[in-house]
Every structure is written in structure tokens, then in C-alpha cells.
């Protein structure tokens, strides 16, 4: 299968890079690539993987820019061909009022009501907070500066501690974008609001769960999946010490 990945530098797209190329020949593209060499990287690839995207800014031009009218480009870029699938990264905070959730929501309407549908395979993938090994702390992911701030002897400053989140293991994520590829349609549209290995854990629960590693690292069950990815995580962090 060739497979073209957009955001290839962030967590995400590394991490796809990284399984991906396993079985399969992987390109990669800016979204602010020339036109024509997109066109013929799309030509040229049975799935295109849109992992770029901007999660936090301090201007919101930056989430037109980059969140809807250059993912739009690839989009309209795409539609050009046929039997490609498109695999879309949206948010379990799609519906929120931010400029961020609108970007989100505006993009899974238009391209899920076009006729892209009828001609390719959109995938659209509303994903929870992930975590893993290797992702940048204090930017999106609690999980990565809790674990970085925990290895570092840095204190939290805690706010919202009863809030709930919902986590997803970055290799996980890939497992279930991996298993839709390899079952690749020719068209349609699906939609994956829920992915069965998501953990929900309050700010408080995750922070003591983390402090709980750092005492007692190697005390874990076989079966406590999430502690296991938790350890992985946190010992990214304590080996870059």
C-alpha cells in the first residue's frame, strides 16, 4: 500500500511514519507544498493521512491558515481522483465554541456532505487526548507534563483536578487507523467517535497514578494496560534526564 502522510513531523504523523513503514511504502508532504507536487504525491498514493494542524495558538488566524483552508486544499486536491481513502484527524471537542472546535466541526461537514464521498473513502477519526512516549509537555497533553514535570522534580500547578479526561495511547490509535487501512473501502464515509481502549481518569487520578509509577515503577500487573503505557511514558522522561 503507499501511503502519503501529512504532518509527519508532530507525534502523531512520526508515530504513523514509524508503524507504517513497516508493510507499506510511506511518502510524506508539507500542506504548504506547490500544488502540482501535491497533485502528483496524491496520484501516486492509495491513502492520504492528514495529521497536520494547528491544536493551540495564540493567533487564530493560525486555525484558518492551517486547520481549514489548507486542509480544504488537500481536500479539494484529493477529490480530483478516485478510490483514495482520506483519513481526517478531528476532536471529541469538535462541537466546542472555540476557534479550535469550529475548525474541527467545519471540516467534518464539508467534507462529509460533498461528493468526495461518492468517489473516495473518508475516514474521520474524533479523537480523544493522546499520550505517549516522545510527545511535548506543557503544550497539549497533561499526560506528557505531568510525567515530564514528575521526572524533573517540578511542581504541577494543579486547577481543574476532578475534571475527567479521556486518554488514548498513541499506539493504539495507530492500531485502529493501521486495521481501517488494511480493510480500505473504495468509498463512503465512516465516522469513529469511540475507540474501546480510551481510559477516562480525573486530573487528580492521573497525577497521583503518575507519582504512584515514580515510587513504585516496576509494581505492575500484566494486565493494567493503561499503567503499562502510563510507565512507558513517564520513562521517556526520566531517561532524558
Known amino acids: 500500500m503507499k501511503i502519503l502522510i501529512f504532518g509527519a513531523t508532530g507525534f502523531i504523523g512520526k ?3 514509524s508503524f507504517l513503514s513497516t508493510d507499506n511504502k510511506v511518502d510524506v508532504a508539507k500542506i504548504t507544498d506547490d500544488s502540482l507536487l501535491l497533485m502528483d504525491k496524491i496520484k501516486n498514493a492509495d491513502v492520504i493521512i492528514n495529521a497536520s494542524g494547528v491544536s493551540r495558538s495564540d493567533s487564530e488566524s493560525d486555525f484558518f491558515l492551517y486547520n481549514i483552508y489548507h486542509s480544504q486544499r488537500i481536500f479539494s486536491l484529493i477529490n480530483n481522483f478516485e478510490n483514495k481513502m482520506y ?5 471529541v471537542h469538535y462541537s466546542s465554541d472555540s476557534i479550535y472546535g469550529f475548525s474541527k466541526r467545519y471540516n467534518e461537514f464539508l467534507i462529509s456532505e460533498l461528493e468526495f464521498k461518492r468517489k473516495n473513502y473518508f475516514l474521520c477519526l474524533r479523537i480523544p487526548s493522546i499520550f505517549g512516549p516522545g510527545m511535548k509537555p506543557n503544550y497539549v ?8 514535570n514528575i521526572a524533573n522534580k517540578i511542581e504541577s500547578n494543579i486547577i481543574d483536578g476532578d ?5 488514548l495511547y498513541v499506539n493504539d490509535l ?3 487507523i493501521n486495521n481501517k487501512i488494511v ?4 468509498n463512503g464515509f465512516e465516522l469513529i467517535e469511540f475507540f474501546p481502549e480510551t ?26 494496560k493503561f ?7 513517564y520513562n521517556f522522561y526520566l531517561n532524558k534526564l
Do not use: M, P
Open 199 to 224: 481510559i477516562e481518569v480525573s486530573v487528580w487520578e492521573l497525577f497521583k497514578t503518575i507519582r504512584n509509577i515514580e515510587l513504585n515503577g516496576l509494581d505492575i500487573k500484566k494486565d493494567e
Open 87 to 91: 483519513v481526517y484527524f478531528s476532536s
Open 174 to 176: 495507530i492500531e485502529n
Open 15 to 17: 508515530s504513523l511514519v
Open 227 to 233: 499503567l503499562q503505557d502510563l510507565f512507558i511514558t
Open 183 to 186: 480493510n480500505k473501502k473504495e
Open 163 to 167: 475534571k475527567v479526561l479521556k486518554l
Open 141 to 148: 497533553s497533561v499526560v506528557a507534563t505531568f510525567c515530564n
